[in-house]
């Protein structure tokens, strides 16, 4: 589909790559753009970039309310990006308690599930559209400093492609994002080099242009990562599992 005259929802745009998608979406056309954020305020700086074409919606995908409230406004919406994510970088066994355990699945795997739960049928009504999906490497290979996180992109992963097997009937493309370490608030915590966020979003955007109904891997880092671990998952998991969690 594309970009240009697309109707956008990016959740999570006050983020480092939330603010690149809104960025790149309005370089490259996008007739509106509803850049959401948990806390609106937070999004003052980004919607003077481009008053007429930005939306501000107060959205936590964790509440079931916010959400059907979001797909009420936004009804228009023909491109639904799940950018939204949070990481404790916690251990599964190390961890004080599971909170932050059950926090990741409910922003990493069913805010995403219940957005587009919600954004589906509108999609459909405009021929289509796309959903972009957020994920991670560590969607295919555990990282114990992040292993709960770890998984709840493997459940995102799994769910991104039952979900464009379900949207497939109404011509819906479904994308799934890998990507590796990015220089955003949440990728500090993991190793230099980083990619950019531009990189990132720029080839997400160009997936969603070509029409590619696939997983995608973002960024010279992400595909030198997938090479590696394409070529030997074994050994790949294996140098993944010597990043351990903080001992408190
Ligand atoms: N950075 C990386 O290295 C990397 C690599 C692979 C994949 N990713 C994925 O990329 C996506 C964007 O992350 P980022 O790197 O841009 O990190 P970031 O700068 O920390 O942004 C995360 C965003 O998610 C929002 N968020 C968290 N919980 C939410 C909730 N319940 N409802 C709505 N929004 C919520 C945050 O909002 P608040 O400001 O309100 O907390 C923030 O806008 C995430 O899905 C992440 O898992 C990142």
């Known amino acids: 589909m594309k970009i240009a005259g697309s109707i956008a929802l990016v959740t999570g745009a006050n983020g480092g790559l939330g603010r690149a998608f809104v960025t790149e979406l309005l370089k490259r056309g996008a007739a509106k753009i509803y850049a959401s954020a948990r806390d609106g305020a937070s999004l ?22 916010q959400v059907a409230n979001a797909a009420r406004t936004a009804s228009d919406v023909t491109l639904l990006i799940n950018n939204a994510g949070y990481a404790a970088f916690q251990g599964a066994i190390s961890a004080p308690n599971m909170t932050s355990a059950r926090l990741e699945m409910e922003v990493n795997y069913f ?37 709960t ?14 979900m464009r097997a379900e949207l497939a009937s109404q011509h819906t493309l479904v994308v799934g994002v890998m990507a590796v370490q990015t220089e ?29 109904n696939e997983e995608i891997y973002a ?20 140098r993944m599992s010597t990043r351990l969690p903080q001992q408190a």
């Not at 500090?188 to 966020?197: D, F, Q, S, Y």
């Not at 595909?223 to 294996?238: I, L, T, V, Y």
Request: hydrophobic share 50%; no cysteine.
């Open 184 to 212: 955003t608030s949440m990728g500090i915590n993991l190793p230099t080099p980083r990619m950019t966020p531009l990189e990132v979003v720029s080839d997400a955007l160009d997936a969603v242009e070509a029409g590619t």
């Open 44 to 65: 003052t700086d980004l919607l003077l970039s481009a008053q007429d074409r930005l939306v501000p919606l107060v959205l936590d995908v964790t509440d079931p309310d």
């Open 219 to 238: 960024g010279s880092l992400t595909r030198g990562a997938f090479q590696a671990f394409s070529a030997d998952p074994k050994a790949f998991q294996a």
């Open 111 to 147: 805010g995403p599930l219940a957005m587009t739960r919600a954004f589906g049928p509108m999609l459909a009504n405009s021929g289509g559209g796309a959903v972009l999906n957020l994920l991670s490497m560590l969607a295919l290979v555990s990282l114990p400093m992040a292993a």
């Open 149 to 162: 996180y770890s998984a709840s992109k493997a459940a995102f992963l799994s769910l991104t492609r039952s």
